[in-house]
C-alpha cells in the first residue's frame, strides 16, 4: 500500500518553498499521509484502535489525508472534541478538569470522557449515566517517569495528571468502563513496555474491571528506528492477559518532519555575534524552541562556525530572550534571505500567539506534485478580536 504512493517531499529539494510569503507554515500533505499510514499499519498490526491527537496537530484542511487512517480524535477539551466531531469518527475527550458549563455540550460530541480524577468522576457521574451513550474512562498515574524534561513528564512528582493507585483504593469505580495513561513524550516502544509493566504491577485490580485502556500518546513511531516488533508484543500481551480493547492517540508521530516553517530575514545587526532579525518568532510561532528546549533544523546551515558565517537568529518581537539560536551559512544573510525551518508542522500551529501583535503565519498545503494552496492568511483582525 506505500510503495504506491509517491514519496513525500525532500525539503531540501522544494524549491518552490522560497516562492513563499513569509512567515508561513508549510505542510506537506504527502508526508503526512505517509506518516498517517505507517502508524495505521502498525496500530492493525498490534490490534490497537488509533486516534489522533488533536492537540499536537490540528491543521482541519489536511484532514483529508489523515481520516481514512484512524478510527477518529482526541480532544482535550469542548473546542477540540467539536473539531474532532468534524471531523468524523469516534471522539474521545479528556481534560485534567472540566469545567460545569461545557459538560452537557461534551456529552453530546464524545464517545469516551475520561476523567483525571475521581472527585472530578463522581461530581459529573450522575450526568454520564443520565445520558447513557458516552463511555466513561478514569486517567491514572502509574507513578512511573520516561520523560526526562520535567516540563513534559506527566509522572512528575506532585503531578496534577491522573489518579494514583493510594487514591483508588476503596473508592466505587461501577460506571467507569475504561482506563487511561499518558507517560511518554517522543519516546520509543521500550518506554511503552517498561509503563505497561509498572501499570500493570500497580493497577492488576483496575485493570480486571474495565473493557478498554487507553495508551495516551507520545509513541515516535515514525522517528527512524522506532522498534515495532517490540510495540506489537506490548499491545498485544496487554490485549491477551486482561481481554481488553486497546486504544492509542498518537499526535506528534503524524506530523513528525511533515511542515516546514518559512522565514524571512528583516535585519541584520552587527555585533560581537552578528544577528539576524526575522519575522518568524521563536515565543510566538515555535514556542518549543524556548520550553523544550529544541534546536529545530534549518535547511542549508550548520553547527555555530561549522560554516563560515555565524548568526544569531532573532525574533520581531520585544522579548529579549526571543532567540531561536545560533547558525552558521556559507553565506553572509542579507535582508529578504529565507530560511526554512525543518519538523514545524507539530506543536507549532496549535501552540502560537500574537504576542505584541505579531502577526501569525500563513498555512500552506504542499501537494503531492510540489504545488502549494494557502489555505489560510491571518491579520490584524485575528489579533484584535482576541482581546475584545
Known amino acids: 500500500m506505500r510503495s504506491a504512493l509517491a514519496p513525500a517531499v525532500e525539503w531540501e529539494r522544494a524549491a518552490e518553498l522560497l516562492s513563499v510569503e513569509t512567515p508561513a507554515y508549510v505542510v506537506d500533505l504527502g508526508k503526512l499521509e505517509d506518516n498517517a499510514i505507517q502508524i495505521a499499519g502498525l496500530a492493525e498490526r498490534a490490534g490497537a484502535r488509533l486516534l489522533i491527537a488533536l492537540k499536537a496537530f490540528a491543521a482541519w484542511p489536511s484532514f483529508e489525508v489523515i481520516r481514512p487512517h484512524v478510527v477518529g480524535a482526541a480532544a482535550s477539551g469542548l473546542h477540540e472534541a467539536l473539531l474532532a466531531r468534524e471531523m468524523g469518527g469516534e471522539v474521545h475527550v479528556y481534560s ?50 520516561e520523560v526526562k524534561v520535567a516540563l513534559y513528564d506527566p509522572c512528575a512528582p506532585g503531578s496534577r495528571l491522573g489518579a494514583r ?77 486482561h481481554e481488553l480493547e486497546v486504544y492509542m492517540e498518537p499526535g506528534a508521530a503524524f506530523a513528525l518532519d511533515a511542515g516546514v516553517l518559512v522565514a524571512g530575514v528583516l535585519d541584520v545587526i552587527d555585533g560581537p555575534i552578528p544577528v539576524a532579525v526575522l519575522d518568524a518568532s521563536a515565543t510566538a510561532h ?17 553547527e555555530p562556525r561549522e560554516k563560515a558565517f555565524t548568526y544569531r537568529l532573532g525574533g520581531p518581537t520585544c522579548l529579549a530572550g526571543d532567540v531561536i539560536g545560533d547558525y552558521s551559512f556559507d553565506r ?6 529565507k530560511l526554512v525551518f525543518c519538523d514545524m508542522a507539530q506543536y507549532s500551529m496549535v501552540k502560537n500567539t500574537t504576542f505584541n501583535g505579531v502577526g501569525l503565519p500563513d498555512i500552506v498545503l504542499r501537494s503531492r506534485d510540489g504545488s502549494l494552496k494557502v489555505v489560510r492568511r491571518f491579520g490584524y483582525e485575528d489579533y484584535k478580536n482576541r482581546l475584545g
Open 332 to 337: 553572509p544573510l542579507a535582508v529578504g534571505d
Open 96 to 145: 485534567p478538569g472540566y469545567a460545569e458549563r461545557e459538560m452537557d455540550a461534551i456529552l453530546e460530541l464524545a464517545d469516551h470522557v475520561v476523567f483525571n480524577s475521581l472527585t472530578q468522576w463522581q461530581r459529573f457521574a450522575p450526568r454520564v449515566r443520565e445520558h447513557g451513550k458516552v463511555q466513561a474512562g478514569l486517567r491514572i498515574n502509574p507513578e512511573h517517569s
Open 286 to 302: 515555535m514556542p518549543d524552541v524556548l520550553e523544550m528546549p529544541y534546536r529545530p533544523r534549518i535547511i542549508d546551515a550548520g
Open 165 to 241: 493507585l493510594a487514591q483508588l483504593e476503596g473508592a466505587d469505580l461501577s460506571g467507569i468502563s475504561g482506563l487511561h495513561f499518558h507517560t511518554l513524550c517522543e519516546l520509543g516502544s521500550d518506554a511503552l513496555e517498561r509503563t505497561v509493566a509498572a501499570v500493570e504491577t500497580r493497577f492488576a485490580e483496575q485493570l480486571g474491571r474495565v473493557q478498554w485502556v487507553n495508551l495516551g500518546g507520545g509513541h515516535f513511531i515514525t522517528k527512524a528506528g522506532y522498534d515495532e516488533a517490540r510495540f506489537v508484543a506490548t499491545v498485544q500481551g496487554l490485549k491477551q492477559r
